[in-house]
């Protein structure tokens, strides 16, 4: 089969980058200080000049905010402070005529409490009809309700606190895994999952190219809601082992695939976000046979980082521990699944200052050198806003800095319990959700070219000197480097289409790997110095003098020795794959 045969048979989307949109933060046209979609209109030719291929646009539907859009009031519509249903139209036709497909954000574990769902269950009696749209319980027997301790299980929120909220009218408790302002469905209802499909519908209907699913492995919970493991110290306990990949998740995603993705003759991209999902597992959701989903998001190697006490106890990482994780998914998803591939997204730090180094002497080579190892992996790789200009972590300086529900939530509980408030805001600093959310560098000017009134959360003060107006200017910039990187993709099958094999697990600067393709006949040697020195590699045989197909580094007089940060990735042609493709 030729390299240009197999890439036709195979899905469009394992040979696509997909660029990730936190609207709120991308974009503001009309200078209220949040970003909106006529402003990533107007910034649609920066992205086709990238060359990715999906946009993934995070929610824009009416919300609340009180989790920054992922509190959704109404599924089939756009939020005012976006813009309107009309500018969504836009939106997608300006997408599409630049050969470029749109994928929503999909939040549908839980809703707004000012949904009409919730609102008609709450407010409908015990026995109204879409009171068990949601889950609620009583105290727990011999507990007064309302009081600490009475809720019907110990579990914790995601965001601090109990996954209870009390609710005084009926006597009743909702349950919320994150804020207690998103109460989570009751997908056992047959009702609500007819409902979330005929939605779903709706916008492909309307034009949309698929889907981002939010934690959609928590829909399925162990209708007994037992109690979880409460750890010593701990107030509240972790319920993950009753709702995380639940007892019917395989089901409602399968019935989801049936009753809104089956029969269409466009091919659709599906992913889902997956918090605590296995590869096993993951080896079921994505293949194809079973026709769940297309990849899902993992987590594993973005907690490798976290101490015993979670996201908000850093610790330095070990690259063994990531050569580890990534190989592991890499195999496991070889024969039937598939993998997507990120550093970056709405939730997490900025990788050049969590992996790399920002520093001014570093900052390009290490986040081109982070890009390189992750582009150069099997799977679908995912750009957040920024990253492909090295955008870093904020200097943020007090709590009142900070947006983010999450990390408010945080340090008021932490310091409530004596924790030291300086720790938790340095803490803070290194992990929470606000250094992905920082507006879009877009120029030197006052507010990055992101809008011209005040920001809705304060810009980077580096953006005088990281910022997209700069980088295009510079052929040898980030930017630039991932154009290369995302043209590679699209051209070169070995990367899309080939195997991988991890070389060195052991070595605790170097970062290796093979990918092999056989109908191409054509082996690419991945190369990457994960550290701030330079680092002369052994070789594997047979790669001397080889042809260099990207680097981030100038050449050097000693081609055996990568310098600090540097990567390359070396390309051969095997006469061996290639007979054996003749056979």
Same mark, same amino acid.
């Given at each position: 089969?030729?390299?240009?045969?197999?890439?036709?048979?195979?899905?469009?989307?394992?040979? #696509?980058?997909?660029?990730?949109?936190?609207?709120?933060?991308?974009?503001?046209?009309?200078?209220? /200080?949040?970003?909106?979609?006529?402003?990533?209109?107007?910034?649609?030719?920066?992205?086709?000049?990238?060359?990715?291929?999906?946009?993934?646009?995070?929610?824009?539907?009416?919300?609340?905010?009180?989790?920054?859009?992922?509190?959704? @009031?109404?599924?089939?519509?756009?939020?005012?402070?976006?813009?309107?249903?009309?500018?969504?139209?836009?939106?997608?036709?300006?997408?599409?005529?630049?050969?470029?497909?749109?994928?929503?954000?999909?939040?549908?574990?839980?809703? @707004?409490?000012?949904?009409?769902?919730?609102?008609?269950?709450?407010?409908?009696?015990?026995?109204?009809?879409?009171?068990?749209?949601?889950?609620?319980?009583?105290?727990?027997?011999?507990?007064?309700?309302?009081?600490?301790?009475?809720?019907?299980?110990?579990?914790?929120?995601?965001?601090?606190?109990?996954?209870?909220?009390?609710?005084?009218?009926?006597?009743?408790?909702?349950?919320?895994?994150?804020?207690?302002?998103?109460?989570?469905?009751?997908?056992?209802?047959?009702?609500?999952?007819?409902?979330?499909?005929?939605?779903?519908?709706?916008?492909?209907?309307?034009?949309?190219?698929?889907?981002?699913?939010?934690?959609?492995?928590?829909?399925?919970?162990?209708?007994?809601?037992?109690?979880?493991?409460?750890?010593?110290?701990?107030?509240?306990?972790? /319920? /993950?082992?009753?709702?995380?990949?639940?007892?019917?998740?395989?089901?409602?995603?399968?019935?989801?695939?049936?009753?809104?993705?089956?029969?269409?003759?466009?091919?659709?991209?599906?992913?889902?976000?997956?918090?605590?999902?296995?590869?096993?597992?993951?080896?079921?959701?994505?293949?194809?046979?079973?026709?769940?989903?297309?990849?899902?998001?993992?987590?594993?190697?973005?907690?490798?980082?976290?101490?015993?006490? /979670?996201?908000?106890?850093?610790?330095?990482?070990?690259?063994?521990?990531?050569?580890?994780?990534?190989?592991?998914?890499?195999?496991?998803?070889?024969?039937?699944?598939?993998?997507?591939?990120?550093?970056?997204?709405?939730?997490?730090?900025?990788?050049?200052?969590?992996?790399?180094?920002?520093?001014?002497?570093?900052?390009?080579?290490?986040?081109?050198?982070?890009?390189?190892?992750?582009?150069?992996?099997?799977?679908?790789?995912?750009?957040?806003?920024?990253?492909?200009?090295?955008?870093?972590?904020?200097?943020?300086?007090?709590?009142?800095?900070?947006?983010?529900?999450? @990390?408010?939530?945080?340090?008021?509980? #932490?310091?409530?319990?004596?924790?030291?408030?300086?720790?938790?805001?340095?803490?803070?600093?290194?992990? @929470?959700?606000?250094?992905?959310?920082?507006?879009?560098?877009?120029?030197?000017?006052?507010? #990055?070219?992101?809008?011209?009134?005040?920001?809705?959360?304060?810009?980077?003060?580096?953006?005088?000197?990281?910022?997209?107006?700069?980088?295009?200017?510079?052929?040898?910039?980030?930017?630039?480097?991932?154009?290369?990187?995302?043209?590679?993709?699209?051209?070169?099958?070995?990367?899309?289409?080939?195997?991988?094999?991890?070389?060195?697990?052991?070595?605790?600067?170097?970062?290796?790997?093979?990918?092999?393709?056989?109908?191409?006949?054509?082996?690419?040697?991945?190369?990457?110095?994960?550290?701030?020195?330079?680092?002369?590699?052994?070789?594997?045989?047979?790669?001397?003098?080889?042809?260099?197909?990207?680097?981030?580094?100038?050449?050097?007089?000693?081609?055996?020795?990568?310098?600090?940060?540097?990567?390359?990735?070396?390309?051969?042609?095997?006469?061996?794959?290639?007979?054996?493709?003749?056979?």
């Amino acid at each position: 089969m030729s390299p240009a045969h197999a890439a036709a048979v195979e899905p469009w989307w394992k040979s #696509a980058v997909v660029y990730q949109i936190y609207p709120r933060s991308f974009a503001d046209s009309n200078g209220d /200080g949040i970003g909106d979609i006529p402003g990533i209109i107007g910034r649609l030719d920066y992205l086709s000049g990238l060359g990715v291929d999906v946009i993934w646009l995070s929610p824009v539907y009416p919300s609340p905010q009180d989790d920054n859009g992922y509190d959704i @009031s109404d599924y089939q519509g756009v939020d005012p402070v976006f813009g309107t249903l009309e500018d969504f139209d836009k939106l997608l036709a300006a997408v599409h005529e630049r050969g470029m497909k749109l994928i929503m954000d999909l939040v549908v574990n839980h809703t @707004s409490d000012e949904h009409p769902w919730f609102i008609a269950s709450r407010d409908g009696g015990k026995d109204g009809p879409k009171r068990d749209w949601y889950w609620w319980r009583p105290a727990r027997d011999g507990m007064t309700p309302g009081t600490p301790g009475a809720e019907p299980t110990n579990w914790a929120s995601w965001f601090s606190g109990p996954a209870w909220e009390y609710d005084e009218a009926s006597g009743e408790y909702f349950l919320h895994l994150f804020s207690r302002k998103q109460p989570d469905l009751n997908w056992e209802n047959p009702e609500v999952r007819e409902a979330v499909h005929a939605m779903m519908r709706w916008w492909l209907d309307r034009g949309v190219d698929g889907f981002r699913m939010d934690v959609i492995n928590l829909i399925s919970k162990n209708p007994a809601l037992p109690d979880g493991h409460m750890a010593e110290g701990d107030r509240h306990a972790d /319920g /993950g082992q009753h709702y995380v990949c639940g007892p019917r998740i395989h089901e409602f995603l399968a019935e989801m695939h049936r009753e809104v993705f089956a029969g269409r003759p466009e091919r659709l991209l599906t992913v889902g976000e997956m918090p605590g999902v296995t590869v096993e597992e993951a080896e079921l959701f994505t293949d194809p046979a079973r026709a769940e989903l297309d990849m899902v998001f993992q987590f594993e190697h973005v907690g490798l980082d976290s101490g015993p006490g /979670g996201k908000f106890d850093p610790r330095p990482l070990r690259l063994v521990d990531l050569k580890a994780s990534l190989g592991r998914w890499q195999t496991g998803l070889h024969e039937t699944g598939w993998n997507s591939l990120y550093w970056n997204n709405h939730d997490q730090p900025r990788v050049v200052s969590r992996y790399g180094d920002d520093t001014p002497g570093h900052r390009t080579r290490s986040a081109t050198m982070l890009a390189t190892v992750l582009h150069l992996h099997r799977g679908t790789p995912y750009i957040y806003q920024g990253e492909e200009l090295a955008m870093a972590n904020h200097p943020f300086a007090t709590i009142d800095d900070f947006r983010d529900i999450e @990390s408010l939530n945080h340090f008021r509980e #932490a310091t409530a319990a004596g924790e030291d408030p300086r720790r938790v805001l340095t803490a803070l600093r290194a992990r @929470s959700r606000d250094n992905a959310r920082t507006p879009m560098q877009w120029d030197a000017s006052e507010h #990055a070219g992101f809008t011209t009134g005040t920001p809705w959360i304060a810009v980077n003060p580096d953006h005088r000197h990281i910022n997209a107006e700069t980088q295009l200017a510079d052929p040898h910039s980030v930017f630039h480097y991932y154009r290369r990187l995302i043209h590679l993709r699209h051209t070169e099958p070995a990367i899309a289409h080939g195997d991988f094999h991890m070389l060195a697990p052991d070595d605790e600067q170097l970062y290796a790997f093979l990918r092999r393709h056989q109908d191409s006949g054509t082996e690419l040697l991945i190369l990457a110095n994960f550290t701030g020195q330079p680092l002369t590699p052994d070789l594997p045989d047979g790669w001397t003098g080889t042809e260099t197909l990207i680097t981030n580094a100038p050449p050097s007089g000693d081609p055996h020795t990568l310098a600090p940060w540097e990567a390359r990735v070396h390309r051969r042609r095997t006469p061996r794959l290639r007979q054996f493709t003749e056979q």
